[in-house]
Structures are given as structure tokens and as C-alpha cells.
């Protein structure tokens, strides 16, 4: 079953906006973590909150967990056309295995 | 240059056949994993394997088969049982602390 459900399911920006997807999940979690993929490729990992932390940054990522909302945001700013893709979240409630969300799909136009 | 590799890219198969899937990871992981994607959808966990000569069946393993003799390797066979195969199948390993890495995929057309 999938845990995730990515919010919005499809997003279109201009390059230099700021783009905010969001999760929402239903059971405890030990960790979370955002991946992206690009047309018919791999996904690659972009950043993992642990349940006991409220906020990350990586670069122009910005990722948000509140437990008790069982809820988390991506914010990429101020994006450019590369960063067109599909962005999933995927959760671990602590064993060795990951439940994802279907994913957002954003596009960034010049 | 470590990473995942699977192969082939494209694989086409007539119905009825069998079909292995290559994935082999150059990371030293000791957990690997089996996903199958769908247009428009998330990942869905087919098997995994946390080591060597082990490996437990995920969300959809009904028509699919896998071993793990080599920490390297996590071959994946499609059997003719699985009703719907044509997919994009992708292979993961894991390092401590809980992200996995991918590889680039193989998409799997049944004719």
C-alpha cells in the first residue's frame, strides 16, 4: 500500500519561482525522504528528515516534517528548468523498506 | 566510479516467456531492492533482500522471482504467471542510515 500522497499532482512555474510540494503520510514514521526523477530514469535521492527533526536544508531544498499532522513539504526556490521532474516522498517506519507516494510532477518553463 | 547498473534498458518478451532482469551495485550495500513503476504512479516494492542468500517478498511479488547468491547481484525474473508485466522496473541498494540509490531502470514491454 502506499503510504504518501504528494500534493499538488502536477505543478507549472517560471524559472525563479519558487515550487512547494507537499506529503502527507498515515502511519509513524522513523524517517522521511524526498527523491526526484527525471523522464525514464533512476530516481536519486535528495534529502531524509529523521521524525525527530522539524526542518532541513540542502542547497536551494528546503524540506519541513510536522509529526503530528503526519505531513511534509518540499520547497525548492528559486528554480530553474533542470529541475523539471517528478518529486515523490517515501517513508520508513522502521524497518528496511520504503512506501512512496505517487509523486508531483513539476514543470519549470524558461 | 561506484554505482548501480542494471540491464538491458529496453526488453521486449512474448507472452509466455520468462525474463530475467540484471541489477548489480559496485557500493558495497548490503540491502538491495526490486520496484515496479506504472505510468503516472509511485514505486511499488516487488522483493527485497537485506543480505546474502535472503531476501523476503514485498507489496507485489506474485509472478516474480529473484536470488541473492552474491552481495554484488539481485537478479530478477518475470515469469509468465505475472498477468500484467509491461513495466519499468527499477533496482535499488541501500546504505546505512536509510536512502537508497537507483539505477537507471529497464523497461519491460510484453508483446
Known amino acids: 500500500s502506499q503510504q504518501g500522497e504528494e500534493d499538488p499532482q502536477a505543478l507549472s512555474i517560471q524559472e525563479g519561482e519558487n515550487a512547494t510540494m507537499n506529503c502527507s503520510y498515515k502511519?509513524?514514521?522513523?524517517?522521511l525522504q524526498w527523491y526526484r526523477q527525471n523522464s525514464g530514469r533512476g530516481l536519486v535521492h535528495l534529502i531524509l528528515?529523521?521524525?525527530?527533526?522539524r526542518e532541513k536544508h540542502s542547497g536551494r531544498l528546503r524540506v519541513t516534517l510536522d509529526t503530528s499532522k503526519k505531513s511534509s513539504s518540499l520547497l525548492i526556490t528559486a528554480s530553474r528548468a533542470a529541475d523539471t521532474a517528478s518529486y515523490f516522498c517515501a517513508t520508513n517506519s522502521g524497518y528496511s523498506t520504503l512506501t512512496f507516494g505517487k509523486g508531483t510532477m513539476l514543470l519549470v518553463s524558461p | 566510479d561506484g554505482g548501480i547498473t542494471q540491464s538491458p534498458k529496453y526488453l521486449f518478451r512474448k507472452e509466455g516467456q520468462n525474463v530475467t532482469l540484471s541489477c548489480e551495485q559496485n557500493?558495497?550495500?548490503?540491502?538491495m531492492y526490486w520496484y515496479r513503476q506504472d505510468p503516472g504512479q509511485g514505486l511499488r516494492l516487488i522483493y527485497y533482500?537485506?543480505?546474502?542468500?535472503?531476501?523476503q517478498k514485498g507489496d507485489i511479488a506474485e509472478g516474480y522471482s529473484v536470488s541473492r547468491e552474491k552481495k554484488e547481484s539481485f537478479p530478477l525474473t518475470v515469469t509468465s504467471a505475472q498477468k500484467n508485466p509491461t513495466a519499468f522496473y527499477l533496482c535499488?541498494?541501500?546504505?546505512?542510515?536509510?536512502?537508497?540509490?537507483f539505477g537507471p531502470g529497464t523497461r519491460l514491454t510484453v508483446l
Open positions: 528528515i529523521r521524525s525527530n527533526e
Open positions: 557500493l558495497n550495500h548490503d540491502a
Open positions: 502511519t509513524s514514521i522513523n524517517n
Open positions: 533482500s537485506q543480505i546474502v542468500n535472503d531476501f
Open positions: 535499488a541498494s541501500r546504505r546505512t542510515g536509510g536512502e537508497q540509490f
